[in-house]
T-cell receptor, first 109, second 114 residues
């Protein structure tokens, strides 16, 4: 079955700097890669996703890249702000979604 | 509220008791998923339904866990003979279809087994 690895588990960046979270997956049949943000005590919410026929997607300060050959994908957040502090999960779907273990992002003032 | 709802939001039970959780998906969403999330971990897939058909169960799901979606609308997740290791947040999500459709999560049911 699918296995998703996510790094780092914790990331601290200065406000205004960029943050990068990386994930790898094992099942080459996976074709949909969503990213979720979960704030403390709240439900996961989709922030961006990418499909296997696309290499990169951008939405304002957030971008995702996908390398299907290498089976890895990344989340990039630019110009980080305090409200970006949360846990971020990458995931891969081949009919069901398998999540990574999450990255706790701290934005330092 | 037209989002995914779950009931109860919190459940405290003694070891060995049975518990049942309910999930009401977004109306007309065909897919319904159950996940379990423990502190510091990502949601762990348990099972999912396409309408009323249960399509897959995780190998991690013991025989003490059962889920139903009798009319293809709401779903229930039952845990029999609860153990302390069952303590977790149980999340439900729905999507209009499979194959890369966004999943919308409910607020979760936090289970504590004492």
């Amino acid at each position: 079955g699918e296995n998703v690895e996510q790094h780092p588990s914790t990331l601290s960046v200065q406000e205004g700097d960029s943050a990068v979270i990386k994930c790898t997956y094992s099942d080459s049949a996976s074709n949909y890669f969503p990213w979720y943000k979960q704030e403390l005590g709240k439900r996961p919410q989709l922030i961006i996703d990418i499909r296997s026929n696309v290499g990169e997607k951008k939405d304002q300060r957030i971008a995702v890249t996908l390398n299907k050959t290498a089976k890895h994908f990344s989340l990039h957040i630019t110009e980080t702000q305090p409200e970006d502090s949360a846990v971020y999960f990458c995931a891969a779907e081949d009919d069901k979604i398998i999540f990574g273990k999450g990255t706790r992002l701290h934005i330092l003032p | 509220d037209t989002g995914v709802s779950q009931d109860p939001r919190h459940k405290i039970t003694k070891r060995g008791q049975n518990v049942t959780f309910r999930c009401d998906p977004i109306s007309e969403h065909n897919r319904l998923y159950w996940y379990r999330q423990t502190l510091g971990q990502g949601p762990e897939f348990l099972t999912y339904f396409q309408n009323e058909a249960q399509l897959e169960k995780s190998r991690l799901l013991s025989d003490r866990f059962s889920a139903e979606r009798p009319k293809g609308s709401f779903s229930t997740l039952e845990i029999q003979r609860t153990e302390q290791g069952d303590s977790a947040m149980y999340l439900c999500a729905s999507s209009p279809r499979g194959g890369g459709a966004e999943q919308y999560f409910g607020p979760g049911t936090r289970l504590t087994v004492t």
